[in-house]
């Protein structure tokens, strides 16, 4: 009997639940208070986005919604972790990385409003549509990867999967192709403790995440993902090495779902109060808010200014939606491929005809 | 005699079954504790258990596998997608393993397993909950592929599905989960697996459908009675194996038919039932037969969607279309 | 120019595109080294490299996946598998996103991949190496899919195929990968993907087929032309989207039509274009549409696989009864 | 930073590669002349099978076939591990194994000779078929287990998936499985280095295959596959594990493909002569004699007249296979389901009317 191979899962944290540093030896991201407040900015937005996409999801002018609470600095590290030229394959909670990548919300209540054009957003204009099968998106971007390394170009895909998502073949395929290829590659597993109602415990065995990894022979990391200075410097480490062809690599971002896993979930059907309470003593903004204070880089007096300025900002994003003029019947028709067959021209003017009645 | 709606047809037939039968087990995500996303098996973890009512990891091909090493080793897994759009991780397990299995081995091993999934859009859910896939099975040798169309032949159809010693493949319309209720023994009467049901009598023309459109279908033989037309409306129910029988019997009295149904129109199963017309009633047919079909473009996300499904006018202009002609 | 078979044309093609158009690169399973199980991508990856020839780990998900990530990222992949009955666990990123990809983004992203495989029966091959497939494509809405059935038609489709802006299931039938050879130029001419060949002409009765059943069934038309029977034969070739109207042509004229396919004979596509006939041609035929088709069992291992398979002397059968019939 | 989690993955060998005990304090079932010398001999028919499968094949008298040859020692421990009772899911190379198991070579040839009649086969009637789709019955295993544990019934199910197989998401899924449920399976890697051309390196950066099971959290083992002992020892220790409740482990079996992938493929195209030379060196059966003539538990006289008798019994299978009257064209219809539906009736109809032309 001898040892084959070992291996060691390292988590990262450098912010307690206070806000307080846990360490001396802080990182110089800890120390950058521009970067900083700018991040802390964006989880508020997004924050704010959240709670009022909710709201109009309850009085019925939004289609099904899946909120973001308590997962922003995940999501908001990921954004300004990227670069533009970076590939971004999102699942459909990624928020807070896509408005740091330049889409506007207006876009976001588009697509869960039951309007393709949400998915033609200001974002960069590679950058991967929401993706609803669980885990798909995660081969897509190991695919941007390979087609990165084939070009010889200095650029990161990066995909994000749920907790319940790293069950499914498709995450499992992506790692091990980031690995077999060497691909310029970071998957981002967004372990908010559950799927739908199923606990983390019980998609598997594994007692981390990122230990996932080790079966892909790539570099894997845990993170404390409510901590945005520990998921910029996991993410930063990642992506520079991706970027410099030392390949790929899985972060696991330890979160949690504040909210319903969707407009259309009950989450007290299957988690205590208790446990959530018990969540929120960590969830990410207080606890950057109390870092920021901590170093004087961010008084109650903006805070409360820019928690207004984000009502503002939000609302006139609601409106820009609400006016939005209907797509026309045709655009079901006219995006199905570059030309339409004469097959599909026949369908589309009789749909255009059974309209007019 | 309970009055229940189309879904609690379904619960209703997987709590008899599962109480009559201890090999049946129920699988998937969100089916235990969270009773699915639908309610479909609400209840049933509190009655039978975690050990028969088992919420799993997040992975259909998973699912599918799971159901077929049960099913083999005598168990009756009863298997749910969350959605038809998630069943295509399914598809390998199902073609390559569950329908080949008792042919494969020349009746050595079976593979007694249902699959099913609600079915179908107009509910204004996101994208990829909206599909109509069944075209995708009804190709699949070895497989039967059924789907409900009421509360009562949810239950009846649910119950044979289980009992069939084979595949089944099992679509639930979920637009009509929760239309109307009605009057439903829970006394464990199935329903055949090889018949189509004649909704309506009428000898002017013959509307042929499944799934949700036989909400609309019905509505437009309303609408064609109101000006003197009959139509008889079925609901074909089991796609394969087709009774098409029942189908020709109704087109030697109607001489006219119009087909029905959500999927896309090209290679969607309507296809198989015209084909079966032309081959088998050509002599019958005083006019074209017509179907009314999904367009041959990815189901719409939600603003769309009601452009995108058959409406009662659609059928019924096809209806009158095949009257007028000829 | 050079005398091919069917496969040569398949990686003349392959060879042409690659070195005119840097953005295509080849992926699968022992596609490099190896040059492929049938040797469609041989000497590729010596010519191209290891970076544009590409072999990939075991899973057929994942190299649709991959396909599906370098498409939209300005690649055009051609993503083998290696047989098509291994195209099952391709389906879901298919469908999901190649298919839906541009109208899912409004024309932002696009997907212009190539999903190939070898396909059908008759080479005495294990299980699950011999099924037809194609009918779990063409309900999919946003695909293409192609099926070529001679050494230059398989050139000049691959070609149209891999220029496609949008993607496309290529299908090849094995069982005439070597049938016979034929002059075919390296020119970089593509074929149209929207049309159907007419391979030989005939006035009695129209006999529609594709892929390798092109070659029973023009030796059909051989043994009917030695009746006096003249059969014309139509290769469909490009299934989605149809080119119904070459195949309503030919009926016009010889009022009677055979479909001939070795995919199961329910929910195969033969009932797509025989309910385009009763759609739209009722008054043109003479006869009953007849299909001749694979049974609705799964593909039999080889002993019994030509059984299985529509030989000559069913289309022969058939087309006799649709001149006999009326 | 802190670590989460680490892992050792053991590799495991007893027997070095001429055939001396590399230990002293060896397993007990390394003294077990008995079971050794039955192993052996099954290994040694094993081989004589294969030779003259191959020779059948090359004589058009055989479809493609599948060779085990160099695969010998992993799948006898395999078959002589494992009850009657539990169920075997095989892929398509696993003879050593099914022979142990009751199925006839017969069977095995009428398979790979285009005839079904090959699956119903003289083993356990609960085993599972062969299977083509690669890794898809490790699920088989994985859901025969589940119901194993529904019923309370102390039996074990093992799949066997190749180095290739394990970059598939049915083998993911089945491990992933078989942690989170506590499944009694045992799968077990063939890591014959191979995957038709694509040799172990390609499939995945992951320094072993048995560091897979550590993504789904389960025991896991290398093992010196061409060593009996060792596999012996590795497999006891996992289906003991199983049977009592402790769940589902991963095996590697380390060994070498020394033919072509079938009789289809011509492995020189992708590897050279000096890897295969090299190779044989390794080869199960020469170290095992030898071990055995160490211990004096087995003669060159028991050798000879071993084979002669392997000869004379394969023999007779190719014969019973070759003389076995072909099936009636209706077999393809009658066990399509439990009863023909009409349709199917129909069909079966015209098919025999044609047939008789
Ligand atoms: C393939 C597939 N199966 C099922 C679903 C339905 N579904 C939507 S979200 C979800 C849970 C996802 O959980 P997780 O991956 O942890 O992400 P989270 O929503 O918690 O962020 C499920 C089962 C789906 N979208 N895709
Ligand atoms: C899903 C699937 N894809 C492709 C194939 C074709 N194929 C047959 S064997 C094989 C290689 C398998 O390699 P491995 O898993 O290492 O097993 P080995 O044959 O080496 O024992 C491939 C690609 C298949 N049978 N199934
Ligand atoms: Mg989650
Ligand atoms: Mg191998």
């Not at chain 1, 039951?114 to 991967?128: L, M």
Request: a negative charge; aromatic letters at 8%; glycine letters at 8%.
């Amino acid at each position: 009997m001898s040892i084959a191979a070992s291996f060691e899962v390292e988590y990262l944290q450098y912010l307690d639940e206070s806000g307080k540093l846990l360490t001396e030896d802080a990182p110089a991201f800890a120390r950058d208070v521009r970067a900083l407040v700018e991040a802390y900015k964006l989880m508020c937005f997004t924050r704010v986005f959240d709670g009022k996409a909710i709201a109009l999801q309850r009085t019925g002018k939004l289609g099904t919604y899946a909120s973001c609470l308590g997962m922003e600095a995940t999501y908001v590290a990921i954004g300004s972790a990227l670069a533009e030229d970076d590939v971004f394959a999102p699942f459909y909670r990624d928020y807070g990385a896509q408005f740091q990548r330049g889409v506007k919300p207006r876009e976001v209540l588009l697509y869960w409003g039951g309007d393709e054009r949400g998915n033609d957003f200001s974002g960069p204009a590679h950058d991967f549509a929401w993706s609803v099968p669980i885990a798909t998106q995660c081969l897509h971007a190991a695919g941007s990867a390979l087609a990165f390394r084939i070009r010889k170009e200095p650029r990161v895909a990066l995909a994000t999967v749920g907790d319940g998502g790293t069950s499914k073949g498709d995450f499992y395929a992506a790692i091990n192709a980031g690995g077999a290829f060497t691909l310029p590659l970071v998957i981002v597993i967004v372990n908010n403790q559950y799927a739908i109602s199923i606990p983390r415990a019980h998609q598997t065995a594994a007692k981390t995440l990122a230990q996932k990894g080790i079966a892909a022979g790539i570099e894997s990391i845990q993170v404390d993902g409510n901590d945005l200075v520990a998921m910029r410097v996991a993410l930063d480490h990642a992506i520079k090495r991706a970027r410099h062809g030392h390949g790929a690599s899985l972060v696991e971002a330890v979160t949690y779902r504040l909210s319903d896993h969707t407009t259309a979930d009950d989450a007290r059907r299957y988690r205590s109060e208790d446990e959530v309470k018990a969540a929120w003593e960590k969830e990410p903004i207080s606890r950057l808010r109390a870092y920021l204070q901590g170093m004087n880089a961010w008084t109650d007096d903006e805070e409360k200014d820019w928690l207004a300025e984000c009502t503002i900002r939000v609302d006139e994003e609601i409106d820009a939606y609400l006016a939005t003029r209907p797509q026309p019947l045709s655009a079901m028709f006219d995006h199905t491929c570059a030309d339409l067959p004469l097959d599909l021209e026949r369908q589309r003017a009789a749909a255009l005809a059974a309209a007019k009645g | 005699m309970a009055q229940i709606n189309l879904i609690e047809g379904i619960t209703m037939a997987l709590a008899h079954e599962m109480a009559r039968d201890p090999s049946v087990v129920v699988l998937g995500e969100d089916v235990g504790v969270n009773g699915g996303v639908f309610r479909a098996t609400v209840g049933l973890q509190q009655k039978f258990g975690a050990e028969r009512v088992i919420d799993t990891p997040l992975d259909e091909a998973m699912i599918a596998g799971l159901a077929v090493g049960l099913a083999v080793q005598g168990m009756k897994p009863v298997a749910e997608a969350q959605f038809e759009g998630f069943m295509y991780p399914m598809i390998d397990q199902i073609a390559s393993h569950a329908a080949r299995m008792r042919t494969r081995t020349r009746g050595r091993l079976t593979c007694p397993a249902v699959f099913r999934a609600p079915w179908g859009g107009g509910i204004h859910a996101p994208e990829h909950h909206s599909e109509a896939i069944e075209a995708l099975f009804t190709n699949i040798a070895g497989l039967r592929v059924v789907i409900a169309s009421s509360p009562g032949r949810a239950y009846g159809l649910l119950l044979a599905a289980i009992r069939d010693p084979d595949p089944v493949i099992f679509f639930e319309p979920k637009r009509i989960y929760r239309q109307y209720k009605e009057e439903v023994a829970d006394d464990g009467e199935a329903l055949p697996l090889d018949v189509c049901f004649v909704l309506r009598d009428g000898s002017d023309v013959t509307l042929v459908t499944w799934g949700a459109q036989v909400k609309e279908t019905l509505e437009a033989a309303d609408m064609l009675a109101a000006e003197g037309i009959g139509a008889e409306v079925i609901d074909v129910a089991t796609l394969k194996p087709l009774d098409f029988d029942t189908i020709h019997e109704s087109v030697k009295k109607t001489h006219r038919c119009v087909i029905v149904h959500e999927a896309p129109y090209t290679g969607g199963f309507g296809g198989e039932i015209a084909a079966r017309l032309v081959e088998h009633a050509l002599y019958d047919l005083h006019a074209p037969v017509e179907r009314v079909a999904g367009y041959d473009v990815p189901m719409p996300l939600y603003r769309l969607e009601m452009n995108y499904l058959p409406s009662v006018a659609r059928i019924v202009a096809a209806a009158k279309r095949s009257l007028q002609a000829s």
